[in-house]
């Protein structure tokens, strides 16, 4: 159900503009296989001659005139008017017998005058025409006709008067100048200058500027491996790209892409929990350790998400080594590493950096990894990051440099980001404490808080039980030089071992490590001996509580002596009631018995310091007999059965609990005594 959650959650960040699948640039080798078109494919232009072509046929529009008849239909109308009344005078006069033998041919010629010029077009002046040439064509609109005209062809007022004055004269009519009084104030402008028809006209015919040069048939090679980009390829590559997105807007397409993506998402998830299950059970186990996890690929996958649909932040701001370095601190690096990398794959599924994004942040986890940052130590905390930083710009300026690129081509503002990637990094110091106090988990900042002898509860078992104190650190130093041998947490280990007995402190005086005169066990009976000495676990595990110590480490203290027997009392018991066998219960520790490596080299620590404690100046043999028998009487009593520690690790803290015995119990020389002068 986590992993559904999480695979819900990342899918619905789902980005809506895909990327196409291939990544190219101009002139760089082809990396994928042949590619052919899945479909007919119409080839785009060249942007700069496409945007050359519309410029052509933008500054080539024709400007629109409209030719407005209602200008000539009044020229007309006033003419004959103005021809009659004037003709009616003259006969009443008696006046202009020339004309009164022709009227009708003059009218008709009057008539033919306005129809010729108003035809051929009248403006108002030629100023902004002018300035465009008077060769310029121009569109005239009369009506639903289109006509094409040129500046030179069109007339002013005072081209139609010039015209009639110069023509009017030559005709065979009797009384010209009749006419040409009557002509030259009827004619004005009938051509008008049309802006908005001109703009339309003009973007329409951008509009009509085709795109496309050429198709691509469907099975036709585009490219094919280790060739070069070349710019008809990379027109070629571009139009695909461009309809294989456009093929994403139908809402078919859309699902099944979608489906993909979230298929993609399922299956990192699923192989995430199949390794931790495979390999790390015990973190499987507890459903808080699997939150953890998961949380970091739905809390990343928003993070990329988000930093992709804001303008002017590159997804190189992220810092993805944080995941490795925080995990890594509460778990191991195997588990570290393989987190980061789901978490860097289901980035790069919502982001459009590609495979160099890809790559590099894969590359600084395993830098992470390998140079064990240790958030204790800040200087060595900022050295680290310092090895970091260069490692990413030692990787991205070769991979710009792998894809034909020079130093004047690399993309340096990335590099800025990914200074800021490696500068966000120092954000997990302050993550640790917080994350370990929410999931429940320990850092070594906190082991090593505690481990300090100054802790209230140390300074009071050292006050009170000074021979458990000096067991303790004995214990202390024997696991954590056996943890250290098989790569467990030997910090850890430590820091459990001085508080692995810290109930003692109740009745300090009923441990032998702490009596210095009578026994008190002395005065009681086997199953009182027994109580108060088994007791000793709950006690501890009570104050450690009350002090606030972490989980992990009251687990130690419950684990520490497992279901073992308190085997002097209950032999001694046993001994007065031979019938009461069956109340050996009252006799054993309630455990549990451990799990964790830790917790099963500080049973045996534990239990052979203690022994050793019995032996009055032992020989090797001795000494290594006796940590033989304690391991054999864990192993024969099944106190690891349930145990991680495997047995060629428990042969080697055999070992290391030898090595340290032998050095802490070797013969001395007897110093001779001072002779008396």
């Not at 030719?67 to 021809?83: I, M």
């Not at 280790?226 to 309809?243: F, I, K």
């Not at 009251?554 to 002097?568: A, L, N, V």
Request: aromatic share 12%; net charge neutral.
């Amino acid at each position: 159900m986590l992993g559904l959650t999480a695979v819900i959650v990342i899918s619905l960040l789902y980005p809506k503009n895909l990327k196409f699948p291939f990544e190219f640039e101009r002139g760089q080798q082809w990396g994928y296989s042949r590619l052919e078109a899945p479909y007919d494919i119409p080839v785009l232009k060249p942007e700069e001659d496409f945007k050359n072509e519309k410029e052509a046929v933008r500054t080539s529009a024709k400007p629109v005139y409209r030719l407005n008849q209602e200008v000539a239909r009044d020229a007309r109308a006033r003419f004959l008017d103005e021809f009659k009344i004037r003709l009616d005078t003259a006969r009443a006069r008696g006046e202009n017998r020339d004309l009164l033998r022709q009227p009708e041919r003059h009218r008709r010629y009057g008539l033919r005058v306005l129809d010729k010029l108003y035809n051929q077009g009248i403006i108002k002046a030629r100023t902004e025409e002018e300035e465009r040439g008077m060769s310029t064509v121009i569109t005239i609109l009369n009506g639903n006709e289109q006509r094409q005209r040129t500046i030179a062809q069109l007339l002013t007022p005072g081209d139609a008067r010039a015209w009639l004055q110069d023509s009017l004269f030559y005709t065979n009519l009797k009384s010209p100048e009749f006419l040409l009084e009557l002509l030259e104030d009827k004619f004005t402008h009938n051509v008008f200058y049309n802006d908005s028809l001109t703009q339309k006209l003009r973007q329409d015919a951008i509009a009509a500027v085709s795109p496309f040069d050429g198709l691509l048939r469907q099975g036709q090679e585009i490219i094919d491996r280790g060739d070069p980009v070349t710019d008809n390829d990379y027109q070629e590559l571009l139009s695909y790209r461009r309809l294989y997105n456009q093929s994403l807007s139908t809402q078919t397409t859309f699902w099944s892409v979608f489906g993909g993506y979230a298929i993609q998402i399922g299956l990192v998830v699923l192989l995430l929990f199949l390794y931790i299950r495979s390999f790390f059970p015990l973190i499987y186990s507890r459903i808080k350790n699997l939150i953890f996890i998961v949380m970091w690929l739905m809390l990343y996958a928003l993070l990329v998400r988000t930093v992709e649909l804001s303008p002017g932040v590159s997804t190189y701001l992220v810092p993805f080594c944080i995941v490795p370095i925080v995990i890594r601190i509460f778990f191991s690096e195997r588990l570290a590493f393989f987190v980061h990398v789901c978490v860097v794959l289901i980035a790069s599924f919502l982001t459009n950096q590609g495979y160099n994004f890809t790559f590099l942040s894969l590359m600084a986890g395993v830098v992470v990894i390998v140079m064990d940052i240790d958030t204790r130590d800040w200087g060595r905390f900022f050295r680290s990051l310092f090895l970091l930083f260069s490692f990413y710009v030692v990787g991205f300026v070769g991979l710009e440099l792998m894809r034909g690129g020079t130093w004047s081509t690399v993309n340096y503002p990335t590099i800025a980001w990914i200074g800021g990637n490696v500068f966000l990094c120092l954000l997990a110091y302050p993550l640790i404490p917080l994350l370990e106090r929410m999931f429940g988990f320990i850092s070594p900042i906190t082991l090593g808080e505690l481990s300090d002898m100054n802790q209230s509860l140390l300074e009071r078992l050292a006050r009170l039980a000074p021979g458990t104190w000096q067991h303790s650190l004995n214990v202390a130093n024997m696991s954590e030089q056996a943890a250290r041998a098989i790569g467990a947490d030997a910090l850890l280990v430590k820091t459990a071992a001085m508080y692995h007995d810290i109930g003692k402190v109740t009745n300090p005086g009923f441990f032998i490590e702490n009596q210095t005169g009578a026994n008190p066990h002395e005065k009681l009976g086997p199953k009182e001996s027994a109580a108060i000495i088994i007791g000793h676990v709950n006690e501890g595990i009570k104050l450690a509580r009350q002090a606030g110590l972490p989980k992990v480490i009251i687990d130690f203290i419950h684990t520490h002596h497992g279901t073992t027997r308190t085997e002097f009392f209950y032999r001694a018991y046993i001994k007065d009631n031979p019938q009461r066998e069956a109340e050996e219960a009252d006799f054993r520790y309630p455990g549990p018995r451990p799990v964790t490596k830790e917790q099963t080299i500080l049973m045996i620590a534990d239990s052979t310091e203690a022994a050793c404690k019995s032996l009055k100046s032992p020989h090797e043999e001795e000494l290594f007999a006796l940590v033989d028998s304690v391991i054999r009487g864990k192993l024969t009593s099944g106190q690891l059965e349930q145990s991680r520690l495997s047995f060629q690790e428990l042969e080697i803290c055999r070992g290391v609990f030898k090595a340290i015995l032998k050095s802490v119990y070797h013969a001395r020389i007897a110093y001779p005594e001072k002779e008396e002068s």
